[in-house]
Every structure is written in structure tokens, then in C-alpha cells.
């Protein structure tokens, strides 16, 4: 069974960074394609990265310049570097991997930018 943790979201300022980590549970994170997506109030949820199992990356247009993911096999976890954030980016935001054409999701972390 997959589980999927969030972490690192919280208040920071505009302009400012933060570093969101998702944790895998499982023996095989190695093999998994792991997406970010976010959610903001009363909007889509949206794909705003992802690395696959090779390293290869995507990135949503938003993202571009200012978010990295990176993956660290070692310790089953996945992360994505937010940096020069703006208001804008607020929202929760998800962990996400589709294995076998099952979807698996965490809980999200809320990431809220604001003076």
C-alpha cells in the first residue's frame, strides 16, 4: 500500500522560499513518477511539477525559473524548491504518484504567501 506525505508548507512572505518534501512509504519509491500539484481556493487542482523515475522533469509554466523537483532515492522522498514565491502560489499542495494506473495522493501541505 502506498502512503504519501506532505511536509514544509507554512506562511512565508513574498519573495521568500520554501523547501516541501514528500515521503513515500514503501520498498519501491525508486520505481515511481512523483508529481507536485496544487489547489487553491475555488480553483482546479493543477500539475506544478514532476520528476520522473530517471530524473527527468517537468514543470508547469508558473513554476518555470522559480520551482526545482528532485527526488532522493535513499530516503523514499521527493521535493520541491519554491523559491521568489508570490501570492499567487497559495494553496495546498499535493503529493502525487500513479503506479499501475492507480492514483495515489497525500494530504497536502499549505503553502500560504503573504506579508
Known amino acids: 500500500q502506498v502512503q504519501l506525505v506532505e511536509s514544509g508548507g507554512g506562511l512565508v512572505q513574498p519573495g521568500g522560499s520554501l523547501h516541501l518534501a514528500c515521503a513515500a512509504s514503501?520498498?519501491?519509491?525508486?520505481?515511481?513518477?512523483m508529481d507536485w500539484y496544487r489547489q487553491a481556493p475555488g480553483e482546479e487542482r493543477e500539475l506544478v511539477a514532476k520528476?520522473?523515475?530517471?530524473?527527468?522533469?517537468v514543470y508547469a509554466d508558473s513554476a518555470k525559473g522559480r520551482f526545482t523537483v528532485a527526488r532522493d532515492n535513499t530516503k523514499n522522498t521527493a521535493y520541491l524548491k519554491m523559491n521568489f514565491l508570490k501570492p499567487e502560489d497559495t494553496a495546498v499542495y499535493y503529493c502525487?504518484?500513479?503506479?499501475?494506473?492507480?492514483?495515489?495522493w497525500g494530504k497536502g501541505t499549505l503553502v500560504t504567501v503573504s506579508s
Open positions: 502525487h504518484t500513479k503506479f499501475h494506473g492507480t492514483d495515489y
Open positions: 514503501g520498498s519501491f519509491f525508486s520505481t515511481y513518477d
Open positions: 520528476i520522473t523515475s530517471s530524473d527527468g522533469t
